[in-house]
C-alpha cells in the first residue's frame, strides 16, 4: 500500500498605498507599483504493490493500493492605491513628467499527481488478486489585483517651454496572468493465475482534477485599474487599462486493466475506471474613469480606458479499461466499465467605462477618447472513454461499458459605456465592445466485449457519448454592449459605438461498441447498443446604442453605430454498433444504435439611438461628412451531422436470429432580433442618414442511419433491421428597421 498527501498555501497582501499626501514633484516621475509572483510545484506519488507468483499454496489472496493526494492554494491579493492625495508632476517641457500605477499579479501551479497499484497472484487452487488506484489535485488561484487613484487631485507644474516628446502623462494599470497546469494519473493492474481452482482479479482507477482561478464560493477575482471620485489636469495622456489573462490545462488519467486465468476452474475479471475534471475561471475586469459625485473633471491630451480578458481551459481526459479471463474447462466471467466525465466553466465579466466624469471643457478639449472592452475566452475540450471486456471458458459471460460526458460553458459581459458624462474632445471618440469566444469539444466512447466458450457465450457491450456546449444560455445571455447614456458628446472629429460578437462551437461526438459471442457447443448470444448525443446553443445580446433620456447633443463629424453578431455552430455526432453472435447450438445478435443532435442559436443584435439630440452639421474638420449610420447585422450558421450505424449477424447450427435497429434524430433552430432604429431622437445631418438591419442564416443539416442484420443456420434464420432519420430545422429571426 502506498499514500501520498501534498499540501501547499501561498497567502499574502501586497499593498503600495499613498494616502493623504500633498506631493510636489519637481524634476522625478511618480512610479507607485504593486508587485506579487507566487509558484507552486508539487509532485505527488503514491505507489502499492502486491506481489506472489509462487503457486505453492491452495489459495493466494493479494492486495495492492495505492493513493495520491495534492491540493495547492495561492491567495494573493496585490493593491496599489493613491488615496486622498494630492499630487503635482514636473511641468510638460520634462520627460518625467509622468505618474505610473501600477498592480502586477502572477500565480502559477504545477501538479502532478501520480498513482500506480500493481497485483500480481497465482495459486495452485484458489487464486484473487485485488489493485486499485486513485489520484486526485485540487488547485485554486483567488485574490484582487488592483491599481487605483481615489479621491485624489492630479494637476501639473506650469510652464511656457514646449511640450516633451516623452511619453508623459497619468497611467493606471492592474494585470493579472493565472496559470494552473494539473496532470492527474492513476493506473491499476491485477493478475491472478490459478492452475487447477478460481482466479479472480479486480482492478479498479479513479482520477480526479479540480481547478479553480476565481469563483471562491461564488466570487470572482477582481482584477481593476481605475481613477475614482479624482480629478485630473494635466498635458499628457491619461490610461487606464486592466488585462487578465488565465489559463488552466488539465491532464486526467485513469487506466486499469484486470486478468484471470484458471486451467481447470472459474476465471474472473473485473476492471473499472473513472476520470473526472472540473475547471472554472471566474474573473471581473474593469478599467474605468468613475465618480459617485458629480463635478469631478479630467483633463488630459487623449484618454484611454480599456479592459481586456484572456481565458482559456484545454482540458483532456481518459478512462480506459480492460478485463480479460481465461478459462480451459469451466466458466469465465469479466466485465469491464470506463467513464470520462469534463466540466468547464469561464464566466468573466470585462468592464471599460467613463461614469459621472466630465472629460476635458468646452475650451480645453482633450484629444481622442477611447473606451474599449476586449474579451475572448476558450474552451478546448476532449474526453475519451474506452472499455474491452474478453472471455473464453466452457462457458464465457463479458460485459463491457464506456460512457464520455464533456460539459462547457461561457458566459459574462463585455461592456464598453460612457455613462452620466460629458465628452469634449478635438479629434474622435470610440466606444467599442468585442467578444470572440469558442468552445471545442471532442467526446469519444468506445466499448467491446468478446465472449467465446465451448458450452456458450454471452457478451454485453454499450457505449456512450455526450457533449453539451453553450455560450449563454436563455436565461443567461452573453452580453456585448457599447453605449453612450444620459451623456454628452461634443467631437470635432468621428464618433463610432460598436458592438461585435464571433461566437463558435465546434464539437464532434462519436460512440462505438461491439459484442461478439462464440460457443463451440452452445448458444452465442451478442447484444451491443452506443448512444451519442451532441447539445450546443448559443445566446447573446449584442446591442450599440445611445439612449439619452435627458436630451443630451451627440456631437461630431459623424456617427456610427454598428452591432454585428456571427455565431457559428458546427457539429457531428455518430454512433457505431455491431454484434456478432455464433454457436452450433443456436446464436442471436441484438444491436441498437442512436445518434442525437440539438443545436440553438437565439441572438438578439440591436443598433439604435434614443431620446437624443444628435448634431452632424459642419464640425469645420477635414472630411466631415455629417453622415449617421445605424446598422446591426446578425450571421448565424449551424452546420449538423448525425449519423447511426447498426450490424447484426447471428449463425448457429441450431439457427440465427440477428435484430438491429439504428435511429438519427438533429433538430436545429435559429431565432432572435435583429434591429436598427431612430426612436424619439432629433437629428441634424450634413450627409446621409442611413438605418440598416440585416438577418442572414443558414442551417445545413445531414442525418442518416444505417441497420443491417443477417441470421442463418441449419435450423433457419432470421434478420429483423429497423432504421430512421429524423431532422427538423426552424429559422424564425426577425428583422427591423423603422425611424
Do not use: C
Not at 487506466?255 to 473485473?270: E, F, K, N, P, Q
Not at 472592452?373 to 463479458?398: E, H, K, M, P, Y
Not at 477635414?622 to 447484426?648: F, W
Request: proline share 1%.
Amino acid at each position: 500500500m502506498g499514500v501520498t498527501y501534498a499540501e501547499n498555501n501561498i497567502e499574502s497582501d501586497i499593498d503600495a498605498v499613498i494616502s493623504n499626501a500633498d506631493i510636489d514633484i519637481a524634476t522625478g516621475k511618480v512610479r507607485h507599483q504593486a508587485n506579487s509572483d507566487a509558484n507552486i510545484l508539487s509532485v505527488a506519488i503514491g505507489a502499492g504493490v502486491s506481489k506472489d507468483t509462487s503457486p505453492n499454496f491452495d489459495t493466494s489472496v493479494g492486495l495492492s493500493v495505492a493513493a495520491a493526494v495534492s491540493y495547492n492554494n495561492v491567495r494573493m491579493n496585490t493593491r496599489s492605491k493613491v488615496i486622498d492625495s494630492t499630487i503635482t508632476l514636473p511641468s510638460h517641457d520634462l520627460d518625467t513628467a509622468r505618474m505610473d500605477v501600477k498592480a502586477h499579479n502572477e500565480s502559477d501551479i504545477i501538479a502532478v499527481v501520480v498513482a500506480p497499484s500493481i497485483g500480481l497472484q497465482s495459486g495452485s487452487n484458489t487464486t484473487i488478486t485485488l489493485s486499485g488506484s486513485g489520484a486526485s489535485v485540487s488547485n485554486e488561484v483567488y485574490g484582487d489585483t488592483i491599481a487605483q487613484i481615489d479621491g485624489s487631485t492630479i494637476d501639473q507644474a506650469t510652464t511656457v517651454n514646449a511640450k516633451s516628446d516623452a511619453e508623459n502623462g497619468v497611467f493606471v494599470k492592474a494585470d493579472a496572468d493565472g496559470d494552473i497546469s494539473a496532470t492527474v494519473v492513476s493506473a491499476s493492474i491485477a493478475w491472478a493465475g490459478a492452475t487447477s481452482g478460481t482466479g479472480v482479479s479486480g482492478g479498479i482507477g479513479v482520477s480526479l482534477a479540480e481547478n479553480y482561478i476565481g469563483d471562491d464560493n461564488g466570487t470572482a477575482n477582481a482584477i481593476s485599474a481605475i481613477i475614482t471620485d479624482s480629478s485630473i489636469d494635466i498635458s499628457g495622456d491619461v490610461d487606464t487599462y486592466a488585462e487578465s489573462k488565465q489559463e488552466i490545462t488539465a491532464n486526467v488519467i485513469a487506466a486499469s486493466v484486470a486478468i484471470g486465468t484458471s486451467t481447470d476452474g472459474v476465471a474472473v475479471g473485473l476492471s473499472g475506471v473513472g476520470s473526472d475534471a472540473k475547471n472554472s475561471i471566474m474573473i471581473d475586469t474593469t478599467s474605468g474613469i468613475t465618480a459617485v459625485e458629480a463635478n469631478h473633471v479630467v483633463k488630459a491630451d487623449n484618454i484611454s480606458v480599456e479592459a481586456k480578458d484572456t481565458s482559456s481551459i484545454t482540458s483532456a481526459v481518459v478512462g480506459a479499461s480492460i478485463a480479460g479471463t481465461f478459462s480451459a474447462s469451466s466458466g469465465s466471467v469479466a466485465l469491464s466499465i470506463g467513464v470520462a466525465l469534463a466540466e468547464n466553466d469561464i464566466d468573466n465579466d470585462t468592464v471599460a467605462l467613463i461614469d459621472n466624469v466630465d472629460i476635458g471643457a468646452s475650451d480645453d478639449r482633450a484629444g481622442d477618447i477611447s473606451v474599449i472592452a476586449t474579451t475572448n475566452a476558450t474552451i478546448t475540450a476532449t474526453s475519451v472513454a474506452t472499455s474491452f471486456a474478453l472471455g473464453w471458458g466452457a462457458g464465457s459471460i463479458t460485459v463491457s461499458g464506456a460512457g464520455a460526458n464533456a460539459v462547457n460553458s461561457i458566459t459574462g459581459e463585455t461592456k464598453a459605456s460612457i455613462a452620466n458624462s460629458q465628452a469634449y474632445s478635438s479629434g474622435n471618440v470610440t466606444v467599442t465592445a468585442t467578444n470572440t469566444s469558442k468552445v471545442n469539444a471532442e467526446v469519444a466512447a468506445v466499448s467491446i466485449a468478446g465472449a467465446g466458450g465451448t458450452d456458450g457465450g454471452l457478451g454485453v457491450s454499450v457505449g456512450g457519448a455526450e457533449t453539451k456546449n453553450n455560450i449563454g444560455t436563455s436565461g443567461n445571455r452573453l452580453g456585448v454592449t457599447a453605449s453612450v447614456i444620459d451623456s454628452g458628446i461634443d467631437a470635432t472629429g468621428d464618433i463610432s459605438v460598436t458592438s461585435t460578437a464571433d461566437l463558435d462551437i465546434d464539437a464532434g461526438v462519436g460512440a462505438g461498441s461491439a459484442a461478439i459471442a462464440a460457443a463451440g457447443g452452445g448458444v452465442g448470444i451478442a447484444a451491443s447498443g452506443s448512444g451519442a448525443g451532441g447539445y450546443n446553443e448559443i445566446y447573446s445580446n449584442v446591442d450599440a446604442y445611445i439612449d439619452n433620456n435627458s436630451n443630451q447633443t451627440i456631437k461630431g463629424s459623424s456617427l456610427t453605430l454598428n452591432a454585428r453578431n456571427i455565431s457559428d455552430i458546427d457539429a457531428d455526432v455518430g454512433a457505431a454498433t455491431i454484434a456478432a453472435g455464433f454457436g452450433s447450438g443456436g446464436a442471436a445478435a441484438i444491436t441498437v444504435g442512436v445518434a442525437l443532435a440539438r443545436n440553438d442559436v437565439d441572438n438578439n443584435t440591436r443598433a439604435y439611438v434614443a431620446g437624443a439630440a444628435v448634431d452632424l452639421g459642419n464640425t469645420g474638420a477635414p472630411g466631415a461628412t455629417g453622415a449617421l449610420d445605424i446598422d446591426a447585422s446578425t450571421d448565424n450558421t449551424i452546420n449538423s451531422l448525425s449519423v447511426a450505424a447498426s450490424l447484426g449477424v447471428a449463425f448457429g447450427s441450431g439457427g440465427g436470429i440477428a435484430v438491429s435497429g439504428a435511429g438519427a434524430n438533429s433538430m436545429n433552430s435559429i431565432g432572435g432580433d435583429t434591429l436598427a432604429y431612430l426612436d424619439g431622437a432629433d437629428v441634424v445631418s450634413a450627409g446621409n442618414v442611413s438605418v440598416d438591419a440585416e438577418n442572414i442564416s443558414d442551417i445545413s443539416a445531414t442525418v442518416a442511419s444505417v441497420s443491417v442484420s443477417g441470421g442463418g443456420g441449419s435450423g433457419g434464420g432470421v434478420g429483423v433491421s429497423i432504421g430512421a432519420s429524423v431532422s427538423e430545422m426552424r429559422s424564425a429571426p426577425r428583422v427591423i428597421t423603422f425611424e
